[in-house]
């Protein structure tokens, strides 16, 4: 059979065949493929840029904001409901850029009582980095927005979480911002170290800003310190870790990379990896490990620790 030149035929005929020859899919050559819109994307396009017109809007996502549209959009989608409930006024700017989330300066509600707050963004579900979190999620339920567990008998929830379908990954999100929420309100009440929170959304949480406005909190890691005050540090940090594990929290993460440090005060933050000690099979070696991480550091400083005994006595005092 001679080769059809494709081109010579429209979409409304059918490519000839030789008898007995199967025939061909039909030809759709004049409707190439559309990729899928991203929806980061669309919903930049529908919200409504601040102008001077719009009074606290223009405030709310500032111009001075160095920000994507696409970023504008999902900042506007998690914070907004703050705006709305007049706890904050404005984004003033991005204080941190994580693989799992971004911080935000915001300025304060006079409402409030204080001048500056701190928004935590977690970025959307599929591109979160962090591994074997399996491990810290054992022994807890998985939680909705309003901190209300999702049923076992809920077998549909729980086998889109198990199998990573969008919306597993999005519930499971959303359960482990809820955590952090009500893990760090505990802890603040009970006295802890940690930045008070004040609301959360499905991938949002706003919180105690610990800085200025044109320079946040440092973590400790990226400042030095006197020996003095290391040990001082120190011994503040292994009381914090006693606290926590009175209350049922073990930080999952603890190290310098997460302690803020701010004219002698200090805030540990991230928590939503926290793992329950008396749930879940794997906490006290994740409990040994925090500990660990800090003796490390404070070595550097010639602070003299023992880590497997301040372990020990600490879990044996709390956890047994």
Same mark, same amino acid.
């Given at each position: ?98 693989? !799992? #989330? ?8 006079? =409402? *409030?009582? &204080?001048? +500056?707050?701190?928004?935590? @963004? ?106 003095? !005050? #290391? ?8 009381? =914090? *870790?006693? &606290?926590? +594990?009175?209350?049922?929290? @073990? ?70």
């Amino acid at each position: 059979m001679n080769r059809i030149n494709p081109d010579t035929f429209d979409d409304d005929f059918d490519v000839p065949v030789e008898p007995g020859e199967r025939r061909p899919r039909r030809l759709n050559l004049y409707r190439p493929h559309k990729p899928k819109a991203d929806k980061w994307k669309v919903r930049a396009g529908l919200v409504e840029r601040p102008g001077p017109e719009q009074g606290d809007h223009e405030l709310f996502l500032s111009r001075s904001l160095d920000a994507t549209n696409e970023e504008r959009a999902y900042l506007f989608e998690q914070l907004s409901r703050f705006h709305a409930a007049k706890l904050i006024t404005g984004v003033l700017r991005r204080v941190k850029g994580g693989k !799992e #989330a971004n911080v935000y300066c915001c300025a304060a509600h006079p =409402n *409030v009582g &204080l001048e +500056l707050m701190a928004a935590k @963004v977690y970025r959307p579900r599929q591109f979160r980095n962090l591994k074997n979190d399996a491990q810290y999620r054992q022994g807890r339920p998985v939680l909705t927005v309003n901190g209300q567990v999702i049923s076992q008998k809920d077998w549909r929830a729980h086998k889109a979480i198990q199998n990573k379908t969008r919306f597993g990954l999005l519930a499971a999100q959303t359960s482990w911002v809820e955590y952090e929420f009500l893990t760090m309100k505990r802890l603040h009440d009970a006295g802890a170290d940690v930045p008070q929170p004040f609301r959360n959304s499905e991938h949002a949480l706003l919180m105690e800003y610990l800085g200025e406005v044109g320079m946040a909190a440092p973590t400790l890691n990226l400042i030095g310190l006197e020996r003095a !005050e #290391a040990q001082t540090l120190f011994d503040q940090l292994l009381h =914090n *870790v006693e &606290l926590m +594990l009175a209350h049922g929290v @073990v930080h999952g993460d603890l190290s310098a990379y997460n302690v803020l440090y701010w004219e002698g005060e200090i805030r540990i933050i991230d928590f939503p990896q926290m793992v329950d000690p008396h749930a879940n099979p794997d906490a006290r070696a994740i409990f040994n490990r925090d500990v660990e991480r800090l003796c490390q550091y404070f070595a550097r400083y010639g602070v003299q620790a023992n880590a497997v005994a301040i372990a020990r006595d600490f879990w044996k005092r709390h956890a047994t």
